[in-house]
């Protein structure tokens, strides 16, 4: 063999060399940007789940503020219905006392009218002497269940307490 064809074989075996350093390069570097590239879609993929995670969180805080909200409200008409129920009573106490006042005066009435039949506390009573159940209206005037005080004229007795009263 003679030097040159020593010479070309020496230099096809670098250019071999070369070609195969070349593509090896290339394939690494396509290696490299398909690396580069499936990082950069992991970290879009996890900046899309990142903003969905805060609208969750945002979806969650505004939920929980409107439990409490609607926590305070029920709380406010809760108190208020407490409030409501105390006045009531307050005030069905306060009728009820009148109410016991207003029947008394009319006891009171009733055992000094000479035209109805009372007993000595000044509860009405029927021929018999047995107290009647009263039942007053509005008016302030009593009525009772069955008798009436047109039935009383002049000279009916009550019995008091043993004693007779002329009416």
């Known amino acids: 063999m003679t030097t040159s064809t020593i010479i070309w074989i020496i230099v096809a075996v670098i250019v071999v060399i070369a070609v195969i350093a070349l593509v090896m390069s290339r394939s690494r570097g396509r290696h490299v940007e398909a690396k580069r590239d499936k990082a950069a879609e992991i970290r879009q993929e996890a900046a899309e789940h990142d903003q969905e995670l805060r ?7 505004e939920a929980k503020a409107r439990s409490e909200l609607a926590r305070a ?5 809760r108190l208020e219905a407490e409030r409501l129920e105390a006045e009531a009573r307050e005030h ?3 009728a009820e006392a009148v109410r016991r006042e207003r029947d008394e005066r009319i006891r009171q009435a009733d055992l000094h009218d000479p035209d109805v039949r009372t007993d000595k506390e000044g509860y009405r009573v029927d021929e018999d002497g047995n107290r009647l159940e009263e039942t007053r ?3 302030g005037l009593g ?3 069955h008798v009436n005080d047109r039935d009383y004229g002049t000279g009916a007795h009550e019995e008091t307490g043993g004693t007779t009263r002329d009416r």
């Open 92 to 94: 069905s106490g306060d």
């Open 55 to 61: 609208e969750r969180e945002v979806s969650a805080t």
């Open 73 to 77: 409200e029920a709380e406010k008409r």
């Open 143 to 145: 009525t009772e269940n």
């Open 137 to 139: 209206g509005t008016d």
